[in-house]
């Protein structure tokens, strides 16, 4: 299956240099580019593409509201966006997790670290490693935990997915999961999944980002060293 990519950044130069990189995969194709945060909207609408390389800073409207626009539409629930910047900001981070992004990218990125990103976002997976995560939980301390109301959006999840959720929560990779719960790789992989469905977030970003906004886990409490 091939993945389609459209190419959402300002500069024609940025622009050539990853649809070269990415014209050496078989399994990736650039279906089409955008200058503006506007235009990488419409072109989504237009082109359908699994992956999003969407520029942090964008005229007339940028990437982060670009990609809030693309995650909250309905009819473009397939689509995944990889935020790009320049400098690997918290601030920017935090933002573009909260828009909806499935992960991020500086521009410096290897071309094989590049490749290997868009086909795992295309797969369902996100591009959060553990210092992401970790980075994410900082910002969660300095916020107020959401618990009350908030906490009825867990109903739907087993016990095992719950606490697969908040393992996952605290930074710890799928196989470090299975270790600590005595399962398999794959087992934890899947109710990861179908914590992801029941829930009816994007990605294991959102259920991150959902474990603490519901208190299911605090600030603090057992993150990953």
């Known amino acids: 299956m091939t993945i389609k990519v459209l190419l959402a950044d300002d500069q ?9 990189l990415l014209r050496r995969a078989r399994d990736i194709e650039v279906v089409g580019e955008a200058t503006t945060g506007e235009e990488a ?13 969407m520029d942090i800073r964008m005229p007339v409207l940028d990437g982060l509201e670009a990609t809030e626009l693309i995650t909250s ?24 997790l909260q828009a909806g992004a499935s992960g991020f990218l500086t521009k410096e990125v290897e071309p094989v670290e590049l490749r290997q990103a868009i086909t795992a976002v295309a797969a369902g ?15 969660f301390a300095h916020r107020p935990v959401l618990t009350g109301s908030s906490g009825h959006r867990l109903e739907p999840l087993t016990e095992r997915e719950r606490e697969v959720a908040r393992l996952l929560a605290t930074g710890l990779s799928n196989e470090e999961i299975a270790q600590r719960l005595f399962i398999s790789p794959l087992t ?33 409490s057992g993150s990953h060293p």
């Open 12 to 20: 024609a130069l940025v622009r050539a240099g990853f649809r070269s």
């Open 73 to 96: 539409d309905p009819a473009l629930t397939c689509t995944r966006v990889i935020i790009l910047t320049t400098f690997e900001s918290d601030e920017h981070i935090f933002a573009a």
């Open 41 to 53: 909207v419409r072109a989504a609408k237009a082109l359908r593409p699994d992956v999003i390389l």
């Open 188 to 220: 934890a992989k899947t109710h990861i999944a179908r914590a992801i469905t029941k829930l009816g977030v994007r990605d294991r970003v959102q259920l991150v980002i959902l474990a603490y906004e519901t208190g299911l886990i605090q600030p603090g």
């Open 125 to 139: 997976d996100a591009l959060l490693s553990p210092s992401v995560t970790r980075r994410v939980i900082e910002q």
